[in-house]
């Protein structure tokens, strides 16, 4: 599986990135990965939920026709469980609120963000999963912008529930269970 993922998601990205060839410098490109194993290299704030030991692998794909795509797998789970996942704006810390909010392409002068407005896949990155009986899952999902500048995602969360999606709610999913840095 470690193989398989890098090589899908360039397998799925390479029709978007090939096309009518445009003036574009290397920099308006990105790959990045990481992984991690919780209680090690990435940090789990609720071990019943997400154990120590357990692993987690994040693949972003960048490039200016295509926007961002981002793979979260994760292993050795809870089997059969419901999780969120997004990218936040910190770098991960001892607890969940080290990683700060969701990245927003267009940030919510309103924090927390629950304006579905704001808060909604297309303006985050949003990795929710269900992991399997084995407690492995995987999410994918691409928006169609890059990050810009020095205002990049630094961080995967997993959090308790499937993201809610109503006015009020929108873009909560409960407690912060793990947090995973991710250099985007």
Known sequence: MRRLVPTLLALCCSAALAGPAEAASSSDFGLVTAR????STAFTYQPSLVPVGARASV???SAPSYGTGVTLVVHGLVPG?????HAHTKPCGPDGAAA???YQKRVDPVSPSVDP??????????????????????STTRVPWQFSGDRRAASVVLHETHTHTHPGH???????????????
């Open 170 to 184: 929108a873009g909560t999913a409960g407690a912060r269970l793990a947090c995973l840095t991710v250099p985007f």
């Open 59 to 61: 693949y972003s794909l």
């Open 117 to 138: 407005a704001y808060a909604n896949p297309s303006n985050e990155i949003w990795l929710d999963l269900t992991t399997d009986r084995f407690g492995t899952g995987f």
């Open 81 to 85: 469980r419901d999780y969120g996942a």
């Open 36 to 39: 991690g194993e919780f209680g």
């Open 100 to 102: 700060g909010p969701h």
